[in-house]
């Protein structure tokens, strides 16, 4: 491993470093919310709009 990082440029080392955050930006963002759809919380039964 680490004479994989040593043949890495600190550029692409600062690269890549950077770019792991914004990977995160990218996952598991929620589809068009319902204003209207019924969940439950802990138990009790509520529109998405009354927790707004």
């Known amino acids: 491993m680490s004479n994989f990082i040593r043949k890495m440029s600190r550029r692409a080392i600062v690269q890549a470093l950077i770019a792991l955050p914004a990977l995160s930006l990218f996952r ?8 209207d759809e019924i969940i439950e919380v802990d138990g009790w039964i509520l ?3 009354d927790l707004a």
């Open 28 to 35: 598991n963002q929620p589809a068009a919310v319902d204003a």
């Open 47 to 49: 529109r998405r709009s």
